[in-house]
Every structure is written in C-alpha cells, then in structure tokens.
C-alpha cells in the first residue's frame, strides 16, 4: 500500500471532510481577526499597553473561562453546538466592526475579542473531540490529526498575510466583516454534516466536570507528562515572539525587509514540518515530540548565537519544521491516551494551557531582552528546550511505576 493512502485515507469517512474545512477556514479567520484587531487598537490609540490589554482579552483570559464552557456543551450534539458556535463568533465580530467603523471604544472591543476568544478556545476543543469519535474507532486518528495540521499551517500563513492585506485594501471594519461571514461558511458547513455524532446525555454540573478532566489528568502518567511538559515548551516556544523585531534589528542589524525574511522562513519551514509530519505520524509518539522539540531548542540556541541574517534564516525553517510538528504530536499521543467520554474536556485542557502559557512566554522573553540582549533570550529559551528534551528522554528510560487500582 502506497504512502499516500492511508494518509489520505481520513477523507473516505465522510463527516471529516466538513470538519477539516471548518478548521482550515476557522484558522484563516482567527488569524486574519488578530492582525485586523492588532491594527485597529494601535491605530485607535497609538498606545502599545492597549495591544497587550488585547492580547490578554483575546489570547489569556479566554483560558480561564473556556474549559467550563466547553464541559458544559461536550455532551450535546456537535450538529448543533459547532454551528451555535461559530454563528455567535461571527456575530462577534460582526460586532467589532460595527464598533470599528464607529470610533472603536477599546473596552466594548476588549470585551468582544474576549468573548470571541472563548468560544474560539471552546470551539476547537469540541471540534477535535469531534475528530477523534469519527476517525479514532477506525484507527485513522494519526492520519486525520495531521492532515488538519496541514490546514492549520497553511491557514495560519496565508490567514496572517491575508490580515493585513485585507486591512490595506478594505480597512479594518470591512476585514473584520470578510471575517464574520467566514464563521458562517463554518457554522453553516457543519450544520449540513449530518454523519456527526449525536448528543450523549449526563447529569453532573459543568464544574464537576472540569474537576473531572483535571482529576484524571493528574492521575494519568503519560497525560500528566504530557500537560506538564508542553507547559515549559510553551513559555519557551512564545518568549522570543515579542522581542523578534527587536532581535532582527539590534542583533542582526537589519531592515524591515530582514525581518520579514526571518518571519517568512518560520512559516515556510511550519508548512514543510506539517508535510513531512502527514509521512511519519506512524512513528513512535515519543520520537516525535521529543524530535520536534529539539529541532525547535537548536533552532533558537542557534539564533542566539548568530549574527548573520542567512544563518538565521535558516535556522528558522529548522524550528519552523519542528514548529509544524510539535503541536499536533502531543495533541494526537494526548487523545489517544483519553477516554472518549473525556475527549472535549481534556483537549479543551490543553488548548487553554496553550493560550495560558503563551502570555507567560511574552512576558519572560520581555524580561529577559530588557535585562539582557535579544540574542540572550534566544539562547536561554534554546538552551532550555534542550534540557527539557533530555529530561523527557531520560524519563523515558525509568520504570514506571505500578498503576494505581
């Protein structure tokens, strides 16, 4: 049998294919909001304490609040809930460019991209729980992982490009209603999959049920691993996003077009990470995260240590690759570790740890630059991922413990 079937094989179950468009489109859509957002409170208020207030209204506090909203629909059909949701996102943001054509008063758009925030968290956790209950009873779980991680990629590049090309050509309130009516392609989109899994019905409260997830997380070795683990890669991975700029201009010495070279070769090397993944999501799970990481750590260790913007460059596909391939691998081990009654719960788990951690991240790769250079937060957030690769490597090789009755 070729390569190429069974990686496409998910696409013969016939519900994946609404759901992996859905994805791809969503991705495309949160990117293209973030740039719209980013701009118009800038534009508003020339203020860069306002854009950090928005990226903790977006990207933070959504991850508080997201795994109750998710425990409280995980039962109900998703026919239902995933079009409810991303029909009430695009009313959000049809909101938000009502609010941008009329003067854009920064709480009433902090507190919208906060609600936008929350159902995007709430949406891709239902949505993956989706995927796994269609695909993982036939085994195809891996394959359908990496095929939206493909879709993820590839939307997030053109989705941040198309951001600002949008609001260059139409402006920000007509960007944001190009994306508004995104959200109801998906909501409509899915509403049609009629192959989708039903209600399962449950009686316990919503709090009971976060409890829930978060018990067994605890509980499961591997699962609890996994959580504990991404969390330091995540502040590692996202301390070096505020302070790129900063690191093009003071260490490499160069201009607004250098800059846009080293961002264009992590998006290139995300795409090649996500191909290369949908060929060897068979390995070992362990391998792969434990690779992609590192690839990750040497890329940004190696950053640190250069000067030369052809270095830098390439090492940025290095840890883009890896970059297109971390993710997707601890989300597939993760849900092929969890019950299927926990599925929703558990991903949404760790989709608000995603967003939790990378405030923490932009925070210490602040610090660490106004204390010390760029180069240096590259090297201490390198250095890190590679020790914390060694550490998981090393634990591999312990015994594990006797499992608890």
Do not use: K
Request: proline content about 5%; hydrophobic content about 55%.
């Amino acid at each position: 049998m070729s390569v190429e079937r069974p990686a496409a094989a998910p696409l013969r179950v016939r519900p994946f294919g609404h759901l992996l468009a859905g994805y791809t489109v969503n991705t495309a859509g949160d990117r293209i909001g973030v740039v719209a957002l980013a701009l118009l409170v800038y534009e508003q208020t020339r203020d860069p304490l306002a854009t950090t207030a928005l990226f903790l209204a977006a990207e933070f506090a959504p991850a508080l609040v997201s795994p109750a909203l998710t425990a409280r629909l995980d039962r109900r059909a998703p026919r239902r809930v995933l079009p409810a949701v991303y029909a009430i996102e695009a009313l959000a943001f049809g909101a938000l460019a009502l609010t941008a054509s009329g003067g854009a008063w920064l709480p009433l758009v902090l507190a919208l991209a906060f609600v936008d925030g929350v159902l995007a968290l709430t949406a891709r956790g239902l949505l993956r729980a989706t995927v796994s209950a269609v695909l993982a009873p036939g085994g195809l779980l891996r394959q359908g992982n990496a095929l939206l991680n493909v879709g993820f990629s590839l939307a997030s590049v053109a989705g941040a490009a198309g951001g600002g090309a949008l609001v260059a050509l139409i402006g920000v309130p007509s960007a944001l209603l190009v994306n508004a009516a995104s959200f109801l392609v998906i909501a409509a989109l899915l509403a049609t999959a009629a192959e989708l899994p039903g209600a399962v019905p449950h009686s316990e409260r919503a709090a009971g049920r976060v409890r829930e997830a978060l018990g067994w997380v605890r509980r499961h070795r591997i699962a609890g691993a996994l959580f504990a683990g991404e969390a330091v890669a995540l502040i590692c991975f996202t301390a070096i996003v505020p302070i790129e700029v900063v690191y093009a201009a003071e260490t490499l010495e160069t201009d607004s077009a250098g800059y846009g070279a080293l961002l264009a070769a992590w998006g290139a090397g995300i795409v090649v990470g996500s191909a290369v993944y949908v060929r060897i999501s068979r390995l070992p799970s362990a391998r792969l995260i434990l690779g992609s990481t590192l690839a990750i750590g040497v890329a940004y260790a190696g950053m640190g240590a250069t000067t030369e913007l052809a270095v830098a460059c390439a090492l940025s596909v290095l840890g883009g690759a890896g970059n297109g391939m971390q993710w997707v691998s601890v989300m597939t081990r993760l849900q092929e570790e969890t019950p299927e009654a926990l599925q929703a719960r558990v991903t949404g788990l760790l989709e608000s740890l995603g967003s939790g951690m990378t405030g923490l991240g932009f925070v210490a790769g602040g610090v660490i630059t106004a204390v010390l250079t760029p180069a240096a937060a590259f090297t201490a957030a390198g250095v890190a991922l590679m020790a914390l690769v060694a550490l998981g490597a090393v634990a591999l090789r312990l015994p594990r413990r006797p499992a608890a009755p």
